[in-house]
Structures are given as C-alpha cells and as structure tokens.
C-alpha cells in the first residue's frame, strides 16, 4: 500500500500564491496518473490538475494559466498563483498504485478577498 500526504496549504490573500506538495510513502513515481483536485464546502470534487501515464499534463479551465503542476522523484507540486476567493477549498493528491486509487487527507487553502 501507499499512502499520500498533502502540505503548504494555508490562508492567502487574494492575488498571492502558495506551493502545494504531496508526498508518497513510496517512490511517487510508482504512482500513476497523479493529479490534485480540491471539494470546496457545498461543492462537488473538482480535479483540478494531472499529469498523464505520458507526462502530458492537464487543468480545469479554471485554474489554466495560474497553476502548474509538476513533479520531481519524491514529490507532486501544485504551484497556485493569483489565487481568488474561488480557489478556497480543500486540497488533495491522488493517483494509481497498480490498479488502486489512492487519496491524500487533504490540505485547506483560504483565500481572502
């Protein structure tokens, strides 16, 4: 099994910028379509950001242009710049270990105006 762990969430101001990481108890290479969504209160679960079994990488239209998701070997990152009040929400990774999804406990960012 694997286990994810989100951090660098917290409160911003909006127009500021913050830096998620995820962290695998596993080398995160060994996990699969990795990609952060993020549930907003009263919300459904958005995906936010992946990166594909080829490297391609992809983002909800609404964070295109502000956000950039990258990884190295030990790590996924979610770098979130000009954040508004609407990206206030709950943070998580996720992925494939073989042919099981695996979610982090997720990490709140709050952005206010």
């Known amino acids: 099994q694997v286990q994810l762990v989100e951090s660098g969430g917290g409160l911003v101001q909006a127009g500021g910028s913050l830096r998620l990481s995820c962290a695998a108890s596993r080398n995160i290479n060994s996990i699969s379509d990795v990609a952060w969504s993020r549930q907003a209160p009263g919300k459904q679960r958005e995906l936010v950001a992946g990166?594909?079994?080829?490297?391609n990488k992809h983002y909800a239209d609404s964070v295109k242009g502000r956000f950039t998701v990258s990884r190295d070997n030990r790590k996924l990152y979610l770098q979130m710049n000009e954040l508004t009040p609407e990206d206030t929400a709950v943070y998580y990774c996720h992925g494939k270990y073989g042919t099981v999804s695996v979610w982090g406990q997720g990490t709140q960012v709050t952005v206010s105006s």
């Open positions: 990166i594909g079994v080829r490297g």
